[in-house]
């Protein structure tokens, strides 16, 4: 199995920060990497798939980067609603895994 | 607009079986593989299984955490998916989503359901 490990586990931040999240990959999984986002009590959204990738509708502050075994989440401009654990999940090959997730919170 | 509704959940004793189901709309159905993914209360994310599109004949993967206990299967009539676990033990406590995958997106999984909460205690 791959295994997907994200640092860090937690930060705090302030408005207006940028905040990088990163998700290491055991093996190579080419770009196929998604990103999402949970707020306590409501279920994952989807933010970034193949990478870098935005869904539709997400917000340009959010972005992502990385191939291989290496990847990044980026939010260019903290806001108070981006508190929230955040998962990076590969889809290369099966099964498909999670990282831990990282919980951002707001200074 | 794209909608995935999941029910079927519900408090269950050990040893039990249970169907989820996740009733899916707005979009063309057969066209996407669905997968179901579960979260423990206070932990991370888990993959449970997936069943491809019809176009790949709607061929199944599963979790080797619950691979013998569980099956995925499809409706295309009623746009509905489901997943039934079988002999269910304490662990399987958590909140199961289904999610869709979008193969013109790579296989990457775009939308999620609300979840439904599966509770196995006696």
């Known amino acids: 199995d791959i295994q997907m490990t994200q640092s860090p586990s937690s930060l705090s931040a302030s408005v207006g920060d940028r905040v990088t999240i990163t998700c290491r990959a055991s093996q190579g999984i080419s770009n196929s990497l998604a990103w999402f986002q949970q707020k306590p009590g409501k279920a994952p959204q989807s933010l970034i798939y193949a990478a870098s990738s935005l869904q539709s509708g997400v917000p340009s502050k959010f972005s992502g980067s990385g191939s291989g075994t290496d990847f990044t989440l980026t939010i260019s401009s903290l806001q108070p609603e981006d508190s929230a654990t955040y998962y990076c999940q590969q889809y290369k090959s099966y099964p498909l895994t999670f990282g831990g997730g990282t919980n951002v919170e707001i200074k | 607009e794209v909608q995935l509704v999941e029910a079927g959940g519900g408090l269950v004793q050990p040893g039990g079986s249970l169907i989820l189901s996740c009733a899916a709309s707005?979009?063309?159905?057969?066209?996407?593989?669905m997968d179901w993914v579960r979260q423990a209360p206070g932990k991370g994310l888990e993959w449970v299984g997936r069943t491809r599109n019809k176009a790949n004949s709607y061929t199944r993967e599963y979790a080797a955490s619950v691979k013998g206990r569980i099956t995925i299967s499809r409706d295309e009539s009623k746009n509905s998916l489901y997943l039934q676990v079988n002999s269910l033990k304490t662990e399987d406590t958590a909140v199961y989503y289904c999610v869709r995958v979008t193969p013109v997106k790579g296989y990457a999984p775009d939308y999620w359901g609300q979840g439904t909460l599966v509770t196995v205690s006696s």
């Open positions: 707005g979009f063309t159905f057969s066209d996407h593989y």
